[in-house]
């Protein structure tokens, strides 16, 4: 019987390596970040743990995610997507 490949990926706030579907993916589309909750979304793609601390490990990282990305982004909008992200998870605990 064959095994399944799946996916590796490293988060970008604390740099595990974890499956693919461990992790949230983050896209940039019609000009702005956008959580990819599906996994379908074309182009480029930077992940994350959802924890509270690897979120905030990443906010610590300046141009970080815009740079896995591969685009040019306002430190503000990262920082606000993030923070975003930040308010909806301690929301959900």
Do not use: N, W
């Not at 490293?10 to 693919?20: H, I, R, T």
């Not at 599906?38 to 182009?43: A, D, E, I, V």
């Not at 740079?67 to 503000?76: C, I, Y």
Request: hydrophobic residues 30%; contains cysteine; aromatic residues 4%.
């Amino acid at each position: 019987m064959k095994v399944k490949h799946v996916p590796v990926r490293s988060c970008l706030g604390c740099g595990q390596k974890k499956g693919k579907g461990e992790l949230m993916r983050i896209v940039y589309k019609d000009g702005g970040l956008v959580m990819d909750d599906g996994g379908k979304l074309p182009g480029r793609a930077g992940y994350l743990c959802p924890q509270e601390g690897c979120i905030d490990s990443l906010l610590k990282k300046k141009g970080r995610l815009s740079h896995a990305l591969r685009v040019s982004l306002r430190h503000e909008a990262e920082e606000g997507f993030l923070r975003g992200l930040l308010t909806e998870r301690e929301g959900e605990e």
